[in-house]
């Protein structure tokens, strides 16, 4: 290791942003960067809306303290688990290049971290740049378990739009629950019914002026007339699309899921569960003398009870003249119009703007031929009560989910390293279904029987495999929008529509010129979605809906994409610390 600059809980200055890096030091190594962090997990008092819970936090922050890193750094981040609850921590949208290790699901790529133990996970930020999020991986823990990463273009390499004057701080959005959300799940769980909805929603962990006892609990970000500033938004809601805007002021998008896309405009933007968005804020060219609200409200598309609250912040113009925030509160308060609850119209016209830049340094690599072709029905289903216990499902059922009618079951031994070690006897199966088992109108009137089946099962791909999937919602048990969050990869979204795909029609629509990279894409409500992607790296790798109350139930499947022949087209030996089970 050479030369090494070291920062113990200080300011780091990165692109005209400060930043607070707790426990950080940065090592220059042959090659690039390498970025340590500490991360410790233990319980923290929080309060919101006059309630007082114990929390599990990162380093006692809610959310968490911001990763920083540019394009091309390793990070190496030690985490150490304070709490009685087992703990994993999924690095959101990283692609992980044949580090699985460091990924982070339970009993997927590891077994959990238990308390007084101790993981390294240690990976590189590879042709990535924008911002990701990173959050717990195990039972509803990452309700209050999250915090952003930020990922800066490499030394002297320009965005692709017009340079902001300042970052303002990151929004991530998120859920808080009086209650405690594990006892919550568990009680779903136990009961086979749908889990408790949250109290409020929040901004970077505020409620804010909507909610009781909140005032004091609200977001503001400060800003100066006439200048440009980068924006970065995440959604780490556990189960609700959310609608966000700023009044009287619009967005330039460009950036989804650290991919920098073809810029557009817009009042209103629309981010699912584990997307991210980055977007210019160009604000009003003279001092308007008035505050705006900055609100999020949910998108709702299924039959279940939600949350039907709004969080809100400010928007606050700085100017010399207003010393006191008696004089703030005497200007001008505006508020945003935010679409209708369940507007799926203003859903899927935003979702039809995002494209890829598609061109010589940005090239949008998307499969052009297919080799693997899957075909895979989300979404509800149920299972049956167990003797002797009474279950909060329809007429008396449990409720679960499904893909193809699969209701993924988690095993006691991690998949990666059943697969790594050629253990996966007893662990799972390779027979998961292609298409649906049984076909039906997906959209239309639902089967009389809604029962699934459980089971461990993956798909394997050869390396390098191009790989086509359609997700198709199903209307059991009520037609509803999933986000499908695929680890390890970035995904093209060639075509969506509504009513059942058809392959003969919808296909001659996709789009293989510009379609969008994400990691996390919506299958609309009542519809479908086509997605591509290279089968370019080994290992086994999580996708599931991020509504987390679906990933409960079982909505979820995993991929086992086999070695290449090349020894950089291996997975890498596990680390020593790998946690047993």
């Excluded at 299972?383 to 059922?397: E, L, M």
């Excluded at 695929?486 to 010129?513: A, E, I, K, R």
Aim: proline residues 7%; hydrophobic residues 35%; aromatic residues 12%.
């Amino acid at each position: 290791m050479g030369s090494a600059l070291v920062f113990m809980g200080v300011f780091i200055f990165l692109s005209n942003v400060f930043f607070l890096c707790p426990t950080i030091v940065l090592a220059q190594e042959q090659g690039g960067i390498t970025r340590h962090y500490k991360f410790d997990i233990k319980m923290q008092n929080v309060t919101r809306l006059c309630h007082t819970k114990s929390i599990v936090t990162v380093n006692g922050q809610f959310p968490g303290p911001r990763i920083v890193a540019r394009e091309g750094d390793r990070l190496v981040i030690k985490v150490v688990n304070h709490v009685q609850n087992n703990i994993t921590l999924h690095w959101h949208g990283i692609r992980q290049l044949r580090t699985g290790w460091a990924d982070g699901p339970a009993y997927v790529t590891q077994c959990p971290i238990q308390t007084g133990q101790t993981y390294v996970y240690n990976f590189t930020i590879t042709g990535q740049r924008g911002t990701l999020w990173y959050h717990a991986h195990i039972s509803w823990l990452r309700s209050t378990l999250y915090g952003p990463i930020i990922i800066l273009p490499k030394h002297n390499v320009p965005y692709p739009f017009v340079k902001p004057y300042k970052e303002l701080p990151p929004i991530i959005f998120g859920e808080w629950f009086n209650a405690d959300t594990e006892a919550i799940v568990n009680q779903a769980v136990l009961t086979g019914g749908g889990p408790n909805v949250s109290d409020a929603y929040t901004m970077n962990g505020f409620p804010g002026p909507h909610y009781n006892c909140s005032d004091k609990d609200t977001l503001r970000l400060k800003v100066e007339p006439g200048k440009t500033y980068l924006l970065r938004l995440i959604n780490a809601a556990l189960n609700d699309d959310l609608f966000f805007s700023i009044a009287n002021h619009t967005f330039t998008v460009v950036d989804a899921d650290a991919v920098y896309i073809k810029p557009f405009k817009t009042d209103t933007i629309l981010i699912t569960p584990g997307q991210t968005t980055n977007v210019l804020l160009t604000t009003k060219s003279q001092y308007p003398k008035a505050t705006y609200l900055m609100e999020a409200r949910p998108y709702v598309t299924g039959l279940g009870t939600f949350d039907n609250t709004t969080t809100a912040g400010f928007l606050e113009y700085h100017s010399p003249l207003l010393t006191s925030s008696n004089s703030i509160k005497k200007l001008q308060l505006f508020r945003p119009s935010l679409p209708a609850l369940n507007d799926t119209i203003a859903a899927t016209n935003f979702a039809k703007k995002f494209r890829s830049l598609a061109n010589k340094q940005f090239p949008c690599n998307v499969p052009k031929t297919v080799q693997k072709r899957f075909f895979f029905t989300v979404g509800l289903g149920t299972q049956p009560c167990a003797k002797n216990q009474t279950c909060q499902g329809p007429n008396g059922t449990r409720f679960t989910a499904a893909v193809n009618n699969i209701s993924f079951v988690l095993p006691s031994t991690a998949l990666l390293q059943a697969h790594y070690f050629g253990q996966s006897n007893g662990v799972y199966t390779t027979d998961f279904p292609i298409n649906p088992q049984k076909q039906f109108n997906y959209t239309g009137n639902p089967p009389n029987n809604t029962m699934v089946s459980t089971g461990s099962k993956v798909v394997v791909l050869p390396f390098n495999t191009s790989v086509e999937v359609i997700m198709q919602d199903t209307s059991i048990l009520g037609a509803e929008s999933h986000p499908l969050h695929l680890h390890g990869y970035n995904f093209y979204v060639v075509g969506q529509g509504f009513g059942n795909y058809n392959p003969n029609s919808d296909t001659q629509n996709f789009n293989l010129v510009d379609p969008v990279e994400r990691n996390t894409v919506s299958v609309p409500s009542g519809g479908w979605v086509a997605i591509r992607f290279l089968a370019d790296n080994p290992g086994v790798w999580f996708m599931h809906c991020h509504l987390e109350v679906h990933t409960t139930w079982g909505l979820r499947m995993a991929w086992v994409v086999q070695d290449g022949k090349l020894p950089n087209q291996k997975l890498i030996p596990p680390p020593s610390d790998l946690p047993k089970c």
